[in-house]
Every structure is written in C-alpha cells, then in structure tokens.
C-alpha cells in the first residue's frame, strides 16, 4: 500500500479523476434563470430578458428579449445589488428576438456573477449609457444576472 500512495502514476490518476470529475459536473449542471422583473406573467409589460448561466468568455448569449422599441442589451459586471462595468453591448429592434450574441470588450471570469441590462436606444443608434437610459418596471433595472462558469 505504501508504495502505491508513493507511486507518482497514482498522484497523476487521482488529480485526472478530479479534474474529469468536476467537468462532468460542470457540464451536467442545469443553467440557472434569474429574472429579475418577469414580465412573462406581467400582460402589459412588452419587455423581457432572459439569459442562463454560460461559459466564460468573450461572449454572452441572450436566449430570448422581447422589447417595443429599439433597445441595447448591455452586459454588466455585477456585485450583489450593484450593477459594475459595462463589457459589451448590442442593439435589438423592436419585437422578439433569441440567441443574441454579445460581443464582450474583456471576457467574462469563471464563477462571477454578471447582468444583462435593457436600455432605451436615445434615436441615435449607438450606445452611450449616458444618454441612453436604463429601462425601468416598478422603479428597478429590467435586468437579468448569469453567472459565468
């Protein structure tokens, strides 16, 4: 038994199967949805947006939204409540829309929350979370947080 624990071929096959274990876990996890205003039960709410749990990197994939005017779907770092950097950024149209892809500026970190926000497009067609304003149901960011695997 000594030499076995001794054996660095044993080392290598016990961390193997702690890495192989944790992929299967990973990629077995169902995605997580976090709507922060669902409009899905609200009638006459035209905003919706939903986003699951995903892979780090240098995108982010909106699964669907749904707005009535032209709207940017801006990713944002996210700290408990507070809503951090912007990383990216894309105009939908008005309507229904899924699979959006977002291009990002840095890429997203494994295990950190994020958020997709919606802002009202100001006419001019390029983002400025200055000018365009964060679209709002009951006074809070329509918003939907992701966490990065």
Do not use: C
């Amino acid at each position: 038994m000594k030499d076995i624990i001794k054996n660095k071929y044993f080392w290598i096959a016990v961390v193997a199967g702690l890495i192989i274990g944790d992929i299967i876990g990973v990629m077995l996890a169902r995605p997580q949805r976090e709507v922060l205003f669902d409009t899905s039960t609200a009638t006459s709410s035209p905003y919706l947006v939903i986003v699951t749990d995903q892979m780090a990197g240098d995108t982010v994939v909106v699964e669907e939204a749904t707005s009535d005017v032209s709207t940017w779907l801006a990713v944002r770092e996210n700290n408990g409540d507070l809503l951090g950097r912007i990383l990216g950024a894309r105009r939908i149209d008005p309507g229904e829309v899924r699979g959006v892809i977002i291009e990002l500026l840095r890429p997203t970190t494994a295990h950190l929350m994020y958020a997709v926000v919606m802002y009202r497009d100001d006419g001019d067609g390029i983002f400025d979370s200055k000018l365009d304003t964060m679209i709002e149901e009951g006074g809070s960011p329509l918003l939907t947080r992701f966490v990065a695997r």
